[in-house]
Every structure is written in structure tokens, then in C-alpha cells.
């Protein structure tokens, strides 16, 4: 839920940094794309640790219980498992590769990116190494993009 809440202004920072020019409409959709999976992400870990905290509290009624597995086969989660998904992954890649053509990140870090994020996707079929893998070269380039974003930000700041 951190790493949502945390990613969450830095996505939606970068539309303002590529507002005309090659590649703008990529990093909108992308930004958009990537925020909605991110609250997508955190409403999915709020019911499963509500799910948890309540389980956790004592004896539970069937009641409970059947209201809980009812919850898991809900349409409203499983979209939003669907959004959470694909919307990170393909997000992702879209906002990368939209950077990539506005030159605010070099082609290497958007394809390493949009590689990372839709591999980290496929891989999980492979294998879990093969799908950490992947996420930990996301997450390199998710903080280096951090990194940047905050680069760009002093560069605006007034000096005085």
C-alpha cells in the first residue's frame, strides 16, 4: 500500500513536465494509466488487510465467513484486480516510452522500464526469479525516475 501511495504524485508529476512536444500524449496516458492501477492497487491491499485485521480479532460467524467469500468472487474486486494489473504494467511502459520521445529520460532507462514492467507481467509464468528480477529493474528505474523528477523540480524552484 506504501509503494501506492508513495508512486502516486510522482506519476502524476511528469504530465506537467512534458506539457507540449513529442511524446506529451504518451506520458498523459501512461500518468493516467499508472495512477488509476496505483489506487486500484491500494483499495485491493485495504480489503485484504481489513480482511485480515478482522479475521485476526477473534471467532468469526459463518455469516462472516460467507460474507467474506462472497467479497473475493465480487465483480467490483475482480475489475479491480483487472485495473490494478494491467493498468501498472502497461501504464508503465506507456509512460516510459512516452518520456523516452519527449527526451526527458534517456531511450536506454525506457526501454530497460517499459522491458522491466511489461516482462515483470509475462514473467511470473516463468518463474518467481525471473519475475523479481524484472520488478527489481523496475523498481532501479522507478527510483531513477525519482530522482530525475526531483532534479526537475529544484530546476523550476525560484533561486533566491
Same mark, same amino acid.
Do not use: C, Y
Given at each position: ?7 502516486q504524485?510522482g506519476v502524476?508529476?511528469?504530465?506537467a513536465?512534458?506539457p507540449?512536444?513529442t511524446?506529451?500524449? &504518451?506520458?498523459?496516458?501512461g ?5 488509476t ?6 483499495g ?7 480482511t ?8 468469526? *460467524?459463518?455469516?462472516?465467513i ?29 509512460l516510459?516510452?512516452? &518520456?523516452?520521445?519527449?527526451? =526527458? ?5 525506457a526501454?530497460?522500464g *517499459? ?5 515483470s507481467?509475462?514473467a511470473?509464468?516463468?518463474?518467481g ?15 531513477? &525516475?525519482?530522482?530525475?523528477? *526531483? =532534479? *526537475?523540480?529544484?530546476? &523550476?524552484?525560484?533561486?533566491?
Open positions: 500500500m506504501l509503494t501506492a501511495v508513495l508512486q504524485s502524476r508529476a511528469w504530465p513536465l512534458v507540449v512536444g511524446g506529451r500524449r &504518451l506520458v498523459a496516458v500518468s493516467s494509466t499508472t495512477a492501477a496505483l489506487v486500484a492497487i491500494f485491493f491491499a485495504l480489503f485484504h488487510a481489513a485480515v485485521d478482522i479475521i485476526g480479532s477473534g471467532p468469526l *460467524s459463518p455469516d462472516l460467507n460474507s467474506f467469500v462472497r467479497a473475493e468472487d465480487s465483480v467490483a474486486l475482480s475489475i479491480t484486480v483487472a485495473v490494478a494489473l494491467l493498468g501498472f504494467h502497461v501504464g508503465w511502459a506507456l516510459l516510452i512516452g &518520456l523516452g520521445f519527449a527526451k =526527458r529520460v534517456p531511450w536506454p532507462v526501454f530497460v *517499459s522491458g522491466a514492467a511489461l516482462g507481467f509475462v511470473g509464468a516463468i518463474g526469479a525471473a519475475e523479481a528480477a524484472a520488478f527489481v529493474a523496475l523498481a532501479g528505474v522507478i527510483g531513477w &525516475l525519482g530522482m530525475q523528477l *526531483s =532534479r *526537475s523540480a529544484q530546476a &523550476l524552484e525560484p533561486s533566491g
